[in-house]
């Protein structure tokens, strides 16, 4: 994907744009169908619910379980990026951006979703949903911009495991903030 | 002298190390940046994925 003609040049800012607005597009949509649960839901399930699959992802990155959550086990399609320089950067962004129609390698990005679907309202839905999209982006443009794109996955893949759990861990801990606050 | 900035602030490590600080920091903070920490971090977990 890196290295693909989405990353070049100006494509660059469209393809950061698609990823904001992707992750936008989902946390909005997100709370839309959160605001048909949380209504009907005491508020005791709704924080049960968000500590299972806190629970269930934190066991998932430290290795004691290898249960995948729906996702596409494939990239976003390439045809997507055949489509055109800037108007195929939009559109990759935006599909990687919401993390609908791409590979997954983590279950992290679903306490995300169930907090924004079980306690959040649309200001803080939206911002989810800009960090979600800036999050995609920083590793795009960090691997970019260190000038060694061999040395930067380096590094991610010597590191991965210790990576995600700290990632995961300071979700967890900002999830129980924003739910029990 | 260039480089070593670079990875010094692009960095995966660094990156992380940088989201888990701002994590504690942001646990007296306000409604933002908590809620931002965590679209950030899920977002930068999917890196496999590139």
Redesign the interface.
């Known amino acids: 994907?890196?290295s693909s003609p989405v990353w070049r040049d100006c494509s660059r800012i469209y393809f950061t744009a698609g990823l904001v607005a992707g992750?936008l597009a989902i946390?909005a949509l997100a709370v839309v169908l959160g605001s048909l649960v949380r209504p009907v839901m005491p508020p005791a399930l709704g924080a049960g619910l968000i500590a299972a699959v806190a629970v269930f992802v934190l066991a998932g990155e430290c290795g004691l379980h290898r249960v995948r959550l729906p996702h596409r086990r494939a990239?976003v399609p390439s045809t997507v990026i055949a489509a055109g320089g800037q108007a195929g950067a939009l559109r990759f962004g935006f599909e990687?951006g919401s993390?609908v129609r791409?590979?997954?390698?983590?279950n992290?990005?679903y306490?995300?979703l169930m907090?924004v679907l079980l306690v959040?309202t649309w200001p803080?839905a939206l911002?989810?949903?800009?960090?979600?999209?800036?999050?995609?982006?920083?590793?795009?443009?960090?691997?970019h911009?260190?000038?060694?794109g061999g040395?930067?996955d380096g590094?991610?893949q010597r590191?991965?495991r210790l990576?995600?759990i700290?990632?995961?861990?300071?979700?967890v801990?900002?999830?129980a903030?924003?739910t029990f606050r | 002298m260039t480089?070593l900035l670079?990875?010094a602030?692009?960095?995966?490590?660094q990156?992380?190390?940088a989201?888990?600080a701002l994590?504690v920091a942001?646990?007296g903070a306000g409604?933002?940046l908590?809620?931002?920490?965590?679209?950030?971090?899920?977002?930068?977990?999917?890196?496999?994925?590139?």
């Open positions: 994907m890196l992750g946390s990239q990687m993390g791409t590979h997954m390698p983590s992290l990005p306490l995300p907090v959040s803080t911002v989810a949903g800009l960090g979600f999209g800036l999050g995609r982006a920083a590793m795009a443009l960090g691997r911009y260190s000038g060694d040395w930067w590094q991610w590191h991965e990576l995600r700290t990632l995961t861990m300071a979700a801990l900002l999830t903030v924003i | 480089q670079r990875r602030a692009t960095g995966p490590v990156v992380s190390a989201l888990a994590t942001a646990l409604w933002v908590p809620w931002l920490l965590l679209g950030l971090t899920a977002g930068y977990a999917l890196s496999g994925s590139a």
